[in-house]
């Protein structure tokens, strides 16, 4: 079955510890993306990777890296977080012969 | 760059109804036009698309419109079924840009 895997589903954590949101996808998709989705705002890039090795940052890179070693990886990494990161994270990817993005099932982060 | 408009943000209807979402875009050479259904708990998944070559677009109960002139583009939903109840995003798209998703309208189908 085609996937977008990430994990966690759920976490909650403190402000300034580090942590890394997986994302796997099973599609040989060379375009891979992370966003954020808040109330009123909709979905909102924070940085996509249009194939290994390159990454680039999307409209609200702040406060986030990432890294493309594999096709098939594509991790969101959180430094440093702090409350006004809690939100609900897609990592999400698209072949490169269609325009269909395929989400992952969300992660939801709070940050105390 | 693009901007994307969505009214309305939220949107209730009685079963068997028709609900209508529209989207506003504002970059010309946007040419790609999906909507995403989210339901709870899981990721937006596509349920249909429109190029801007094309007017109008159906599968079953629901079509999507195209007015390249005035860039907006609209959901049309008929027969609304409880499972039909979600959060729907419109996007628009250029080639080589990113995609722009609008903020979202929450469908309620009352039964």
């Known amino acids: 079955e085609a996937q977008v895997t990430q994990n966690p589903r759920y976490l909650i954590t403190v402000t300034g510890k580090k942590l890394t949101v997986t994302c796997s996808q099973n599609?040989?998709?060379?375009?891979m993306s992370w966003y954020r989705q808040d109330p009123g705002l909709g979905l909102r890039q924070i940085y996509y990777?249009?194939?290994?090795?390159?990454?680039d940052k999307g409209d609200v890179p702040e406060g986030y890296k990432v890294s493309r070693k594999e096709k098939r990886n594509f991790p969101l990494i959180l430094e440093s977080p702090s409350p006004n990161q809690t939100s609900l994270y897609f990592c999400?990817?698209?072949?490169?012969?269609?325009?269909?993005?395929?989400f992952g099932e969300g992660s939801w982060l709070t940050v105390v | 760059g693009e901007n994307v408009e969505q009214h309305p943000s939220t949107l209730s209807v009685q079963e068997g109804d028709s609900a209508v979402i529209k989207c506003t875009y504002s970059?010309?050479?946007?040419?790609?036009f999906p909507w995403y259904k989210q339901e709870l708990g899981k990721g937006p998944q596509l349920i249909i698309d429109?190029?801007?070559?094309?007017g109008e677009k159906k599968d079953q109960r629901i079509a999507v419109t195209l007015n390249k002139t005035a860039k907006h583009f609209s959901l049309h939903i008929t027969e609304t079924q409880p499972e039909d109840s979600a959060v729907y995003f419109c996007?628009?798209?250029?080639?080589?840009?990113?995609?722009?998703f609008g903020p979202g309208t929450r469908l309620s189908v009352l039964p």
């Open positions: 996007a628009a798209y250029n080639y080589g840009q990113n995609f722009v």
């Open positions: 599609m040989n998709h060379e375009y």
């Open positions: 990777s249009m194939n290994v090795e390159v990454t």
């Open positions: 429109i190029r801007s070559n094309v």
């Open positions: 970059d010309s050479a946007s040419n790609y």
């Open positions: 999400a990817s698209r072949g490169n012969s269609g325009n269909t993005i395929y």
